[in-house]
């Protein structure tokens, strides 16, 4: 099992950013494809980023279109830590933010956090 907790989340005003933390535990980090998602108010929950497990150089990262230019996704192997930097933010993008985790090469994200809110006023 892996348990993931959130941290980072809160009110920003719009244009502002904020870093989101995820931190794992319960199994070593590797071999894990990490992964951000959202939902929004009566909204379901949609992709955000994802960084693919490609050893513990790094990773190749995937975004949403909606996110892509503003939000970076990254991790630190030695830490058990994923974060997704978010700049210029949108009211849009207000929404709680779940950190996922999978074993590479699987299929759906497994793993969730209990999510942070995001609130981004205009």
Not at 8 to 26: E, F, K, P
Not at 71 to 82: E, G, L, V, Y
């Amino acid at each position: 099992q892996v348990q993931l907790v959130e941290s980072g989340g809160g009110l920003v005003q719009a244009g502002g950013s904020l870093r989101l933390s995820c931190t794992a535990s319960g199994r070593t980090f590797n071999n894990y494809d990490m992964g951000w998602f959202r939902r929004a108010p009566g909204k379901e929950r949609e992709f955000v980023a994802a960084i693919i497990w490609s050893g513990w150089s790094g990773g190749s990262t995937r975004y949403a279109d909606s996110v892509k230019g503003r939000f970076t996704i990254s991790r630190d192997n030695a830490k058990n830590m994923a974060f997704l930097q978010m700049n210029s933010l949108k009211p849009e993008d207000t929404a709680v933010y779940y950190c996922a985790a999978r074993r590479t090469g699987s299929g759906d994200f497994a793993f969730w956090g209990q999510g942070t809110q995001v609130t981004v006023s205009s």
